[in-house]
């Protein structure tokens, strides 16, 4: 399996790196919130996610949500540090498949790994379009007149945005609090900044689709 694992206790990242690669996974690791989300949302083929809840800029709970906001169905085993029964509905209700209470042994993590491999993909092949972009939720692939457009995390997120509302002005703001949910100290520049590499990265058909009103925000066009 292709596993990201989340955790910031750099023994047990270790550990498990070295057990899971003996066991022929292939491991990614990010030690916070911010990198395990870049990661992930670079790594569409990941099989599953190991998330630590207690992580240093922000709870794992907050990962699994916006990796779910963003369409991101990769399964996710939540590893809580008590039993206790808040912390794993909590875990639930953000989007987690299962949970792990720490310490754990490593036969159940295995077995819990397997099980999330087993489950059948999601049905959901929600796809976004506007004129010739297609963004495949399911897949997080974004292609236009069918060729596929490598885009970041936070291009994807302001693209989906605006796919989502297809004819309505979207203002900076609304676009920030859509890809940057945390309250990140970002100005409105950096929602253009972005939206100037997305016009690139989509060509001038792509690029088309998304009209500039002044003053207001951004709009997509041709859905
Ligand atoms: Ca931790």
């Not at 292709?2 to 899971?20: Q, S």
């Not at 990010?30 to 990661?39: K, R």
């Not at 609090?177 to 058909?205: F, M, Q």
Request: hydrophobic share 40%; charged share 25%.
């Amino acid at each position: 399996m292709h596993l990201l694992v989340i955790e910031d206790d750099a023994r047990l990242v270790r550990l498990l790196r070295r057990l899971l690669t003996q066991d022929r996974h292939v491991v990614e690791t990010a030690e916070t919130a911010d990198e395990g989300l870049e990661v992930a949302g670079a790594s569409p083929g990941l099989d599953a996610v190991i998330l630590d809840v207690g992580l240093p800029d922000r709870s794992g709970f907050e990962v699994a949500r916006q990796l779910r906001r963003t369409g991101n169905s990769v399964p996710i085993l939540m590893l809580t540090a008590r039993d206790a029964v808040g912390d794993r509905v909590a875990g639930l209700d953000a989007g987690a498949d299962d949970y792990l209470v720490k310490p754990f042994a490593y036969e159940e993590l295995l077995a819990r790994l397997r099980a999330l491999g087993r489950r059948p993909p999601p049905r959901s092949t929600m796809r976004l379009t506007a004129g010739s972009i297609v963004l495949d939720e399911a897949l997080r692939r974004v292609t236009v007149a069918g060729k596929e457009v490598q885009l970041s995390g936070r291009e994807y997120s302001i693209l989906e945005c605006l796919l989502r509302r297809p004819g309505q002005v979207l203002s900076r703001d609304q676009l920030l609090d859509y890809a940057w949910p945390y309250g990140a100290a970002l100005t409105p520049n950096t929602v253009e900044a972005y939206i100037h590499l997305l016009r690139e990265k989509l060509g001038p058909d792509g690029a088309a689709c998304i009209e500039t009103v002044r003053g207001m925000g951004y709009r997509l066009r041709g859905s």
